[in-house]
């Protein structure tokens, strides 16, 4: 009977055998910080298993990303994309992403830095009363308030808006930009002054009994009063000096006061001017009859 023998060939160090190969668990994302953010805002990504070459994908655009220690991973979101809500996950430079995450990129908000002028006369009229609100990220959709209220506006660019000043009270008033209702800018203060001022005093034209004072100035108001070493002259409900002396209002900036002197002889006497309000202009030395 022949008998067959079989050899088994046996594996020396000169055959090795090849190791499998080893597949990196994927990237975990375990917070992002913020959760929501405009365009051009920093992000930060923590979890683990991230990579040097890994990357941020937000919808289908790819975001350049700062990635330290596999561990926490950084970017900027993009200038292009629109408000809205997106899918966010992390690619290694292997293929291997995260699971998705949701992202909202908010609307740019509005930025007021400046308002010009910051202030203005109470009776400034017409283009006196223009000003212009600066900043950034303003659009064709955004509205300027004043005083809590919506007004008319006039877009310049995305970093200017001006705007006309209402009639109202004197004082500080808030002005700040929406570019949606819950899009806002910080508000800024412009302030309405109402205290008169008093430039010069001249002599004007001599009526024989009686001269005019033209008094110059600013924030002089219909029921302005002329206090005269003390006198009132003038005023709503106003005492006169004598029933012959009178105050006449031209306008905000210019009073009349039509003086009757006792003697030719010029003098020293003071005049200031008061508003309803009490508010009082500087006193002014004058020397005249």
């Avoid at 001249?202 to 110059?216: A, W």
Wanted: proline content about 7%; hydrophobic content about 35%.
């Amino acid at each position: 009977m022949l008998l067959t023998i079989f050899t088994i060939p046996s594996f020396s160090a000169e055959h090795p055998q090849r190791p499998l190969p080893t597949i990196s668990p994927a990237p975990i994302i375990l917070s992002i910080v913020p959760s929501q953010a405009e365009p051009g805002s920093q992000v930060i990504l923590f979890g683990s298993g991230f990579s040097d070459s890994a990357s941020v994908f937000m919808g289908n655009v790819e975001i350049p990303t700062n990635t330290d220690d596999g561990k926490q991973a950084e970017f900027t979101v993009p200038a292009q994309l629109k408000p809205g809500l997106y899918t966010l996950y992390l690619m290694r430079s292997d293929g291997v992403k995260s699971r998705p995450y949701s992202f909202t990129v908010q609307p740019l908000r509005p930025v007021l830095t400046e308002i010009s002028p910051d202030h203005i006369l109470a009776c400034a009229q017409g283009e006196e009363r223009e000003v212009v609100a600066y900043g950034q990220n303003f659009n064709d959709k955004s509205l300027l308030f004043f005083d809590g209220a919506g007004i008319r506006s006039h877009l310049i660019s995305s970093e200017s808006i001006s705007f006309r000043v209402p009639q109202i009270a004197g004082g500080l008033h808030p002005v700040m930009v929406k570019n949606s209702p819950e899009n806002s800018s910080i508000a800024l203060a412009l302030t309405i002054e109402t205290k008169p001022a008093i430039d010069r005093i001249t002599i004007g034209d001599d009526h024989v009994s009686y001269y005019e004072l033209i008094i110059d100035g600013k924030n002089f108001q219909q029921n302005s009063s002329v206090y005269v070493d003390g006198q009132r002259v003038g005023g709503r409900g106003g005492q006169e000096i004598s029933e012959r002396e009178q105050l006449i209002y031209v306008d905000c900036t210019r009073l009349i006061y039509q003086r009757h002197p006792y003697s030719k002889e010029s003098k020293e006497f003071h005049i200031q001017v008061v508003n309803q309000g009490g508010e009082e202009s500087q006193m002014v030395s004058v020397n005249a009859p």
